[in-house]
């Protein structure tokens, strides 16, 4: 067999081929393969409660059914409402962003959301503040999308 694996190397590479393949094959089945995830069970993320864009006037342009806005002049603020919910920004996860153009005549503009501060007395809104970069309060189109942990 000797002068065989000398003389013709096709047993050889056919032996090296095989392996090769079960080695392969066995880093492919592993839970840390590119591509796979480990054998936990991992819950998808929930979907997001409520989400909304808005113009720099206050109006909803699109988003979810429980969501309103508005504009209020007096604070320079924007106040959302998702129906059914008193919103406290510790109790929800917010993602929020100016769309559009952000290069504002003194630059980029910076979004600020917290809830109202009333810890849900009478209303419990998500308040939006849009700020530029010497912090002074600005009307923009953003957008926001709002999570509730399982």
Partial sequence: MTLSILTNRKPVSLLFSTA???VLSVVAGSPYAVG?????HR??????MAFASVASTGAKQS???????DY?????????????????RTS?????????????????LFVNTDDD???CHSTGKLIV???????????????VVVFKAR
């Fill in 43 to 48: 819950p998808s993320p929930p979907p997001p």
């Fill in 117 to 119: 501060g009333d810890f």
């Fill in 129 to 143: 503040g849009l700020r530029d970069v010497n912090g002074n309060l600005q009307k923009a189109d953003f957008q």
């Fill in 20 to 22: 090769l393949l079960a």
């Fill in 72 to 88: 209020n002049s007096t604070t320079g603020l924007y106040e959302l409402k998702i129906t059914g919910v008193c919103f406290l």
């Fill in 63 to 69: 988003g979810t059914a429980n969501v309103t806005t």
């Fill in 92 to 108: 929800y996860t917010t993602v929020a962003t100016v769309s559009g153009y952000n290069g504002f005549p003194d630059g980029a």
């Fill in 36 to 40: 796979q995830s480990a054998s936990v």
